[in-house]
């Protein structure tokens, strides 16, 4: 359920204190420069405040020599100081890995083994001294991780029309290849005039579009990014979303380690 009103919110607060399991949060991404990166750091922010160590795994950087990242840390030899993350969860600052070819590489695992729980295990012994672990990447990349999962994706859109659009494309895709359904905010950039008529309108146009053809309910909201009990509310729903990673670990596959170019293995 949603956590829409004030009280919800506390309640949500008081049920959600951290615990020691590690979550999974999943983060669409958008292929043009509007503002949802910006929001998506400051809900991770948030949940920090909240007490969540987080740790964003972006689909959308590709690992490099002078910027290591998951595919260094799934092979068999991770670059010096990859340690630190342990510590670095206990610190006030965010920290975002670049991980475009080992999440590449896991959607790789998820397709063949037919689910995306076993390969996602693999994070577990990652990332374990934190209490969040979001990955942020295309709906192509994120849809075999996700199959059966019980998490629910966040989109992010504009509060217009052709957003909404694109908002539906993804929602379909995650659908039809992962069987789940999506939560989707329309964000209201800083010096915007909000709209919310007509925001309402057109989410609920996608919401019925979803319904219709798809067969599958949404939640929408509408986040004012210069608001910040809109990114306070939006964050709590994220954690009611969130899926578990299990810690038990399947045995990493020696041609999986292989698979990784000798870029990935060179730290």
Not at 57 to 81: I, K
Not at 233 to 242: D, I, K, M, S, Y
Request: net charge neutral.
């Amino acid at each position: 359920m949603l956590l829409d009103t004030a009280m919800h919110q506390a309640m949500g607060l008081h049920s959600l204190t951290p615990q020691s399991d590690l979550r999974l949060l999943a983060v669409l991404s958008q292929p043009d420069g509007g503002p949802w990166l910006e929001m998506l750091w400051q809900l991770c922010a948030h949940l920090q405040r909240l007490g969540y160590p987080v740790v964003v795994l972006d689909g959308t950087a590709r690992e490099e020599p002078h910027a290591p990242g998951l595919a260094q840390l799934l092979g068999p030899a991770p670059w010096p100081g990859a340690g630190a993350l342990d510590t670095a969860a206990a610190g006030a600052s965010l920290a975002v890995l670049p991980a475009a070819r080992g999440l590449a590489w896991l959607a790789e695992q998820a397709q063949a083994e037919g689910e995306g729980a076993a390969a996602l295990r693999r994070l577990h012994p990652l990332f374990r001294a934190y209490a969040l672990v979001v990955l942020h990447a295309p709906p192509e990349r994120l849809a075999p991780l996700l199959h059966g999962s019980a998490s629910m994706p966040l989109i992010m859109t504009g509060p217009g029309t052709q957003g909404m659009v694109r908002s539906y494309r993804q929602l379909k895709h995650m659908a039809l290849h992962a069987g789940v359904r999506c939560t989707v905010a329309a964000i209201v950039p800083p010096g915007v005039a909000p709209q919310p008529q007509q925001t309402a309108q057109t989410l609920a146009t996608l919401q019925r579009s979803a319904h219709k053809h798809l067969g599958l309910p949404i939640h929408t909201t509408t986040v004012t990014a210069a608001r910040a009990q809109d990114i306070q509310r939006l964050a709590l729903q994220l954690l009611e979303n969130a899926g578990t990673l299990d810690a038990a670990l399947p045995l990493l596959p020696a041609q999986g380690c292989a698979a990784l170019s000798p870029l990935d293995r060179s730290h």
